[in-house]
């Protein structure tokens, strides 16, 4: 059976992610949704950056249509307020071929399938696809859209990048000192490989996914367990 969801009229509008600079979260995004070639990625990165009069940052009450699972999460025992940059980019007719299908009219729509809905326009304990229609607008068209909409209390910024120096340590934990052979009956050697045992006597997580397991990474992933107290901390 279907069932049909809200309609909610909104510009591109992208979650960055935790720490996730705004370069790395339209990179993803337009990857992922629009299957853009990395050439266009970097000429609307560009675009926005030469664009600056057209940048604007204002606070904002959660959007439902994206922000449905934040909201489900924490109900209303915490205030979700959100931080919004609007970006401008301009595609010159010399940049058309970076964009193939994306100029095309109509487009097609993107779907995100088996997503947990709970909370997206009243929707209650249900699992669907959300599909997203685009479509091209003259500037006219354009206003009425939400986000689009002068706001008092936004103000322009300046795009711009900064060198900054950043220090790290990387501490590593062997079996053995080098060339000794370890608890497990293999050597520290000077050959790089990874063994098969960890310095704890677990194996790798490569041998789990192999097993059918899901895993964070073949070579150096890193899986947290948190529990509702700890979560509460956070």
Not at 34 to 40: A, D, I, Q, S, V
Not at 203 to 211: E, I, P, Q, S
Request: some cysteine.
């Amino acid at each position: 059976s279907t069932k049909s969801g809200p309609q909610d009229l909104q510009l591109v509008t992208i979650l960055c992610r935790h720490e996730e600079s705004w370069v790395s979260a339209i990179a993803r995004y337009f990857r992922k949704a629009f299957n853009l070639c990395e050439g266009g990625i970097q000429r609307i990165i560009e675009s926005c950056e030469q664009n600056l009069g057209e940048s604007f940052l204002y606070g904002s009450p959660p959007i439902n249509a994206f922000c449905w699972q934040h909201q489900n999460l924490v109900g209303n025992s915490v205030p979700l307020h959100y931080h919004v940059l609007r970006l401008t980019a301009q595609i010159d007719a010399d940049d058309k071929h970076l964009f193939g299908a994306m100029l095309m009219s109509p487009l097609e729509p993107t779907i995100e399938e088996n997503l947990d809905l709970t909370g997206l326009g009243g929707l209650t304990s249900f699992r669907g696809a959300l599909v997203r229609s685009w479509e091209w607008l003259s500037p006219k068209h354009l206003q009425a859209v939400p986000g689009m909409v002068q706001r008092s209390t936004q103000y322009g910024l300046e795009l711009a990048y900064e060198s900054q120096e950043c220090g790290s340590l990387l501490i590593g934990i062997e079996s053995s000192a080098p060339l000794k052979d370890d608890l497990f009956g293999e050597q520290h050697s000077v050959d790089g490989k990874s063994k098969v045992m960890s310095a704890f006597g677990k194996r790798k997580w490569r041998d789990y996914r192999a097993g059918g397991q899901e895993v964070p990474a073949d070579y150096g992933g890193v899986r947290v367990v948190i529990n509702e107290t700890r979560f509460q901390m956070f």
